[in-house]
């Protein structure tokens, strides 16, 4: 007998989050192990970014955006 599993994701697809080694990704770039179960491939909880701090960095004049998205942006 064949059983199937249907994961749901944890991460929402549109939200930034802080992963490991302060990288910053969105739900949709997010790996498997993060998106699934809310934990990075090292096994760090991620940390859904807030509007404190989108808050915070835009004081600092930083934005905060998706690596991946941001590289999608540039390559041709």
């Excluded at 490991?20 to 990704?25: A, E, I, S």
């Excluded at 509007?51 to 998706?66: K, P, Q, Y």
Aim: proline share 1%.
């Amino acid at each position: 007998m064949e059983t199937t599993t249907t994961l749901k994701a944890v991460l929402g697809d549109s939200k930034l989050y802080f992963g490991d080694n302060g990288r910053v990704f969105c739900g949709a770039h997010a790996g498997a192990s993060a998106k699934f179960t809310g934990r990075d491939i090292s096994g760090q909880r991620v940390k859904a970014l807030t509007a404190r701090d989108h808050a915070e960095a835009r004081s600092a004049g930083v934005a905060f955006e998706c690596e991946s998205c941001k590289w999608r942006k540039v390559r041709p």
